[in-house]
């Protein structure tokens, strides 16, 4: 059973840093798209970043470029969000998803379409305080 599990968030003040990580087991995805979306109270899901097989590929919605940064260790199946100069408008539930279909995922442009992703973690929440 293939299973995503985050971790790292919690309360920070503006300004500050939080590291999220999302933990894979059930399958290796070392070669597929893996990605972070959040969704903040009354509020739809957003993509946040995403990253390919190949750590020079990234991707990030315009209000985090910057100030995030997303990676990858394969070896440990894991995929990390480093998240700096944290802005109250940050605060939301923050969910890793990972692709499993690599020709279902390239068949449309880009990397921020939600059906992409076939598995997603439950999430964790980050609290940013003014």
């Known amino acids: 059973q293939v299973q995503l599990v985050e971790s790292g968030g919690g309360l920070v003040q503006a300004g500050g840093s939080l590291r999220l990580s999302c933990a894979a087991s059930g399958r290796t995805f070392s070669s597929y798209p893996m990605g972070w979306f959040r969704q903040a109270p009354g509020k739809e899901r957003e993509f946040v970043a995403a990253?390919?097989?190949?750590?020079?590929?990234?991707d990030y919605t315009d209000s985090v470029k910057g100030r995030f940064i997303i990676s990858r260790d394969s070896a440990k199946n894991t995929v990390y969000l480093e998240m700096n100069s944290l802005k109250p408008e940050d605060t939301a539930v923050y969910y890793c998803?990972?692709?499993?279909?690599?020709?279902?995922?390239?068949?449309?442009?880009?990397?921020?379409?939600?059906?992409?992703?076939?598995?997603w973690g439950q999430g964790t929440q980050v609290t940013v305080s003014s």
């Open positions: 990253i390919a097989w190949s750590t020079n590929n990234t």
């Open positions: 998803a990972a692709a499993s279909d690599l020709l279902r995922f390239l068949r449309t442009t880009g990397w921020r379409s939600e059906p992409k992703y076939d598995y």
